[in-house]
């Protein structure tokens, strides 16, 4: 689901208050909370930060599939008990695992994710520092 500024849900307050040469949007979007973001910034902002983020509990999840993943596994009441099954973090790869575990061994053999990758993620969402 992508938003475009403007659309419902963004205020579209634009700060005017600063010299025209760094003008900005005062982010209200959780987590932001009046952040101050360049306008030429404020698209990458809005993909990094809100167009991903769960309706169900609020956490970013970065990327589209990254999001799909997570409702599945959160937020899905029927994909609990044994039935589980974690979808490899590609979207194109049709591997399933067992556990999350498998899933990251997986990832780091066969497309080369790097060991350091957030791979709680899809449970966590992205941590904001
Ligand atoms: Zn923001
Ligand atoms: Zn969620
Ligand atoms: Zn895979």
Sequence with gaps: MKR???ASGYDGR???????????????????????????????HVQQY?????????KNLVTENFLRLHL?????PFNSGDG???RCFEEQCDEAFYSHQERVSHAVKSHQYPESF??????NGQLFS
Aim: aromatic content about 8%; some cysteine.
């Design 118 to 123: 957030d791979f709680d993620i899809v449970q």
């Design 72 to 76: 599945e596994e959160m937020h899905n």
């Design 4 to 6: 475009s500024i403007g």
């Design 50 to 58: 809100h167009d991903n983020r769960c309706v169900q509990c609020g």
């Design 14 to 44: 634009l700060d005017f208050t600063r010299k025209t040469a760094d003008v900005g949007v005062t982010c209200q979007e959780h987590p932001c909370v009046n952040v101050y973001v360049p306008i030429e910034l404020y698209q990458c």
């Design 84 to 86: 589980i099954r974690y």
